[in-house]
């Protein structure tokens, strides 16, 4: 790792914390963007805004063993740590911080938290236990480091707005920046799970966005249920659709008819090849 010349390598709490409270007496702003590694475009898309906005960005590389709710899931999560360093320091990053799972959460205690309806739908329904892991990683991550402001993709969009209830809810001072999704030229979203599709499949995962703007264009034309429905048939011809809900992006409540919300948005997850794609789109014109 001696090859890093510019960029920071940091194992641990405490060394993070020594770098942080150094660059805070020097009046510096922190970015942090949080990843569990694999890094592709969409991570780095990230990195590169935190550059823009602030003095100093701290990118964190850590596979939370507590949001895994399928061991086989965590076990087949892609190792590309060396290649992520040298994306990394390509961007000009300042610091990794590549914690160990062991002495990350030594002496963190449990949180109990009731997230709303957002922790009960989706993600929340279909991966019992993730968001809990995702807030207790968060939340170390930014006691640790206490940015100004921390970039997440939309991808992910219901763990954004777990990201952003546990911002108000910890009263953090920290910005939350939401990052639209980054996706490859056929529109599939960008995913460290893509690595693991075949060409075929890849051109196939193309359908999950295309039948998200089919809904967006088919607003007027279909009630929600009705669209949901041609959406799930459309993609259970060659993925096996896990969910397709169409919600209102601020509540997170299920879009029964179009006069009951102003920001619906469609997500969904489809599993192809044994892997789990995961996707959203604003309907809105
Ligand atoms: O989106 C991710 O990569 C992870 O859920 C996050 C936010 C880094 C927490 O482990």
């Known amino acids: 790792m001696d090859q890093y010349k510019l960029m920071e390598i940091l194992k641990t709490k405490g060394k993070v914390k020594a770098v942080v409270q150094s660059w805070k007496s020097k009046g510096y702003t922190i970015g942090l963007v949080p990843t569990m590694g694999a890094l592709h475009e969409g991570h780095l898309q990230l990195v590169r805004r935190s550059l823009i906005e602030n003095d100093k960005t701290i990118c964190s590389i850590f596979v939370n063993p507590l949001q895994f709710n399928k061991k086989e899931d965590l076990d087949k999560y892609p190792d590309t740590f060396e290649q992520d360093l040298q994306f990394l ?93 980054v996706r490859s030229g056929r529109g599939l979203a960008l995913s460290s799970r893509n690595l693991r599709l075949t060409e075929k499949a890849l051109l196939t995962a193309a359908e999950i966005y295309a039948t998200l703007n089919f809904c967006r264009n088919n607003v007027v034309i279909f009630d929600p249920q009705t669209l949901v429905e041609h959406a799930i048939a459309k993609l259970n011809q060659n993925c096996e659709v896990e969910y397709f809900e169409i919600v209102d992006e601020e509540t997170f409540e299920r879009v029964e008819e179009w006069e009951e919300t102003t920001c619906p948005r469609a997500f969904v997850v489809v599993h192809l090849e044994g892997v789990r794609l995961i996707d959203n789109l604003s309907l809105n014109p």
Request: aromatic share 14%; hydrophobic share 40%.
């Open 89 to 181: 320091e390509k961007e000009g990053c300042d610091i990794v911080f590549a914690p160990e799972a062991e002495a990350f959460y030594e002496g963190v205690g449990a949180n109990y938290y009731d997230f709303g309806l957002l922790g009960t739908v989706m993600e929340a329904q279909h991966r019992p236990g993730h968001f809990e892991g995702v807030a207790a990683v968060v939340k170390e991550l930014f006691l640790a480091i206490m940015p100004q402001k921390a970039y997440f993709g939309e991808k992910d969009f219901q763990q954004l707005s777990i990201i952003k209830w546990l911002r108000t809810t910890e009263q953090f001072p920290i910005e939350i920046v939401g990052c639209d999704t």
